[in-house]
């Protein structure tokens, strides 16, 4: 009947409304299967999240990779998508899971590095929020988009086509700008929108609209799940190619991203990175017996 | 940054996948405003449920009217769905509540009464399954009922009106048999069916297919909400309608109603009164600061 036996402790946090289940294996040796990863993440049979991440310590990461470039990150942030399966990154994860070390004393400077499958981050804590280095991007097709602007058409139902620029930040991302007659709100997101050229991989497309200087509101419909009230990744695609298309990258002016689920900044880096702050709430701490 | 620095406990749960969060006030003195309820069930931004439960002695029940009917059950379970309106009651809910009273040891005995909204319901341990008499119900409309079967068309995009059944069972619900012909994973319920006559205060639509002897698969739009996984008293007028149809009423034999968050089982009791049984299991226990 349910009863919480053998139970495991888990985390649960979001960071704009993109949510995690955190499980602690601080000594390493609590790993999780693709079954248990989605008996956790069930929204309605488990405790629910968009992720399930696993705390883990670097020297125990059970790739060998991270343990080679982990360095001074001591812990080792191992994300799984909420259908099992592994996961390089997840920008509002690394805020939830880098505010977790901190509360847990694991982490006790201001700045500190973690390690992901996409390499070592460093995170700072900036007041309220929790500023993340993604590292470095780039155009998907530099020569096109240096030419014209725009390298593809992002087609929804029901309006004109809409010029969109391709970026790579690790995943793929295609920024679409609005026109002033077409209302954010209002797209139909139901469906995938289909991209011209369209990506081997897929894409995350991300529609934009200005609201004033460095200020942007936006949606996302990320590739393989649906739309969705943040993406930490997609927001940086959305200053970045805005910021591209007003000719300011070399600014390093702070970007305001609006997403459904809150507000993020988004800061261009010298060496083509890019920075994404925002922030972290640990919801509540419990036992599971589900793993 | 989301410390949880004044916890309130609360354990989830779920019955064939229709999930609460469980928040004990054990000496009746926590309540929850309307905006704590909606936190707490945010799936994103709290811990996520169909609805929250609060666990108060009756003798402390806000309502004097369940303080004067409560009798010998300890124990009100207060109620509330997920937007922080107050709800009368959730079978699904019931078994959950029971299953945390037994671990907890607030209640010992197999059977026991509870205080809901709509009166007392008395709760029966049965091998792994949990068995709740929920009281009476009636055919809205028994004169038509008994002349025709039927006593209203559901009309749905794409099939013919199907012919239905409204029953009461403390809220509303009209049941619709599906020909042979219309595969019941494949109706389209993303839009509330239309009921003709229209129920003045809405109702819940069952659409339902016989699998064999006593045995039915259904699934539920929900007034105000949409489709669900399950719905426990919604499970119960499937059951009635479909013994109402084939004559059975009298028989009291024990119904399967399979819906797509797991299996229930419905048995018509003398006096016009039905109990559900089905599966409860708590699945975490934590705190949160949410509230």
Same sequence: chains 1, 2.
């Avoid at 009947?1 to 888990?10: C, H, W, Y």
């Avoid at 973690?114 to 780039?138: C, E, H, M, P, Q």
């Avoid at 942007?216 to 009230?229: D, H, I, K, N, P």
């Avoid at 459904?260 to 083509?272: M, S």
Wanted: hydrophobic fraction near 45%; aromatic fraction near 6%.
């Amino acid at each position: 009947m349910g009863e919480v036996s053998t139970p495991t402790a888990f985390t649960k946090g979001h960071g704009t409304r993109n949510d995690f289940v955190l499980v602690p294996a601080l000594d390493g040796s609590l790993d999780l299967s693709a079954d248990q990863v989605v008996a956790l993440a069930d929204r309605h049979g488990g405790i629910g999240g968009d992720g399930v991440i696993r705390v883990v310590p670097t020297a125990a990461a059970t790739e060998d990779a991270v343990r080679a470039y982990a360095g001074e990150a001591s812990w080792f942030m191992d994300y799984r998508n909420a259908d099992g399966s592994v996961a390089e990154m997840c920008g509002n994860g690394t805020r939830v899971f880098a505010a977790y070390l901190r509360r847990e004393g694991l982490e006790t400077a201001d700045e500190f590095s973690i390690a992901t499958r996409t390499g070592v981050k460093t995170v700072r804590f900036v007041g309220d929020l929790i500023a993340v280095n993604l590292g470095s991007w780039r155009l998907a097709d530099p020569e096109t988009a240096d030419a014209k602007g725009f390298d593809s058409l992002v087609h929804l139902p029901g309006i004109e086509p809409l010029s969109a620029l391709s970026l790579d930040l690790g995943n793929p991302h295609t920024v679409a700008a609005l026109p002033e007659a077409v209302d954010l709100a209002g797209l139909g997101l139901h469906l995938a929108p289909s991209v011209n050229p369209e990506p081997s991989h897929g894409t995350n497309v991300e529609f934009v609209r200005p609201l004033g200087p460095a200020h942007l509101a936006m949606r996302v419909y990320e590739r393989g799940v649906g739309e969705t009230l943040s993406c930490g990744t997609g927001a940086c695609a959305a200053a970045l190619a805005t910021s591209f298309w007003a000719g300011e990258l070399e600014t390093s002016r702070e970007w305001t991203v609006d997403v459904p689920g809150g507000r993020l900044r988004v800061r261009a880096l010298p060496g083509q990175e890019v920075e994404l702050a925002g922030p972290a709430v640990l919801v509540a701490d419990g036992v599971t017996a589900l793993v």
